[in-house]
């Protein structure tokens, strides 16, 4: 869901849900273990538009926060006790989001840029950098 209030210049506060995550291998190949995170998003953008009514293009950039509401993981056997302490992941983040999108009458789609300004893990100063697709569709 997202509001977007303003003419040229606008805000624009999200709540969405995401799924994130990646696979670990070691090099000898002997260790695995695949991690998936259900997150919860809320970016704050400022953007600027510029077109018609029916065909519009922004740019948009602002702080978004992040809390994980979920964390499957399937790891192998020898692979669990490295991951115990590797894997200690912060329940949120802060971080921003830049990118820009096209608007053809009520279809919205963007292409954003994702970097995160804390750490999700201290010990090892892992940060989740993303690209996202998104497209929409405007009620209102």
Do not use: H
């Amino acid at each position: 869901m997202f509001a977007r209030i303003g003419g040229g210049i606008y805000l624009q506060p999200e709540v969405y849900l995401s799924s994130t995550g990646g696979k670990f291998n070691s090099n000898s190949g002997n260790y695995n273990g695949d991690v998936k995170f259900t997150n919860l998003n809320v970016p704050l953008l400022v953007g600027f538009k510029f077109g018609e009514k029916n065909l519009n293009f922004r740019v948009m950039g602002g702080p978004i926060y992040t809390s994980v509401l979920d964390k499957k993981q399937n790891l192998s056997a020898n692979f669990g006790t490295a991951y115990a302490d590797f894997g200690n992941y912060k329940n949120s983040t802060l971080g921003y989001q830049a990118g820009a999108g096209v608007d053809i009458g009520p279809i919205t789609a963007d292409l954003r840029y994702e970097g995160d300004l804390t750490d999700i893990d201290r010990n090892y100063g892992q940060r989740q950098n993303l690209w996202a697709l998104s497209v929409g569709f405007k009620f209102f």
